[in-house]
């Protein structure tokens, strides 16, 4: 639901390790990009994952209706619609609040992420901002810690944020600039990949937490990367 500005895009070119390499979205898909409007997220992203693909086409999906729930399964339709398709996607957006989206939203884009790895393409979700999901941006779960949506979904990698430790190298800990999200869905039951690992988890961690959370739910984040500390570049 944000849209991306070409103008700054090209200009961050000039600049970077891109010059003299072709810097501009390949191709929207939805609805029309506006540029004047672009956001943070968006551009973050397209500034980021256009240097590490250098070679590949960038696509970007937006919709105009800025309806969380619902135009993550116009999303989903889209890809799993194509003949072509991307090969990795990547989304920033989710909640912590425990019934954001209603269950049959939830369950039909799980299905479109399950048919998208069918395809060989690689999902890879942002596990959230509001660390354990007690208080959220939405609200407040009461008595209990939620991890994020969509990242939640079984056939996708969610994807934690990290800081580094001391200056801008070397070892890594847990963002600090926000909660990175994650724990245990109350939404989709643990994968069979994840079983043996989160049951070894929930068995040896010392301090639980008091507040409830699920058990036997799908764990994340899967896999973690820096998060903090990136210049962006946006009007």
């Not at 103008?7 to 029309?32: F, H, M, N, P, R």
């Not at 739910?217 to 820096?226: I, N």
Request: glycine share 12%.
């Amino acid at each position: 639901g944000q849209y991306v500005d070409d103008g700054v895009l090209a200009a961050t070119c000039a600049t970077s390790v891109w010059e003299g390499e072709k810097c501009a979205v390949s191709k929207y898909v939805g609805d029309k990009n506006v540029p004047t409007e672009e956001g943070a997220e968006s551009m973050l992203d397209t500034e980021y994952i256009m240097p590490l693909s250098l070679g590949h086409e960038t696509w970007v999906y937006t919709y105009a209706s800025f309806d969380f729930c619902g135009d993550l399964q116009t999303f989903g339709s889209d890809v799993t619609g194509e003949s072509t398709h991307p090969t990795v996607i990547s989304i920033s957006y989710g909640s912590q609040y425990i019934g954001a989206c209603p269950s049959e939203s939830m369950a039909r884009f799980a299905a479109d992420v399950e048919k998208m790895a069918g395809m060989g393409i690689t999902v890879m979700i942002a596990s959230g901002d509001d660390g354990s999901g007690h208080v959220v941006r939405q609200g407040v779960n009461a008595g209990k810690l939620a991890p994020s949506y969509p990242a939640s979904i079984p056939h996708a990698i969610a994807v934690g944020a990290t800081s580094w430790a001391e200056g801008t190298s070397g070892a890594e800990v847990a963002a600090t600039a926000f909660g990175s999200g994650g724990g245990f869905s109350y939404d989709f039951d643990v994968p069979s990949y994840q079983a043996d690992v989160a049951q070894e988890y929930l068995s040896t961690v010392p301090d639980l937490p008091t507040l409830g959370y699920a058990k036997t739910g799908r764990g994340s984040p899967d896999v973690s990367a820096l998060g903090e500390q990136f210049a962006l570049v946006c009007n």
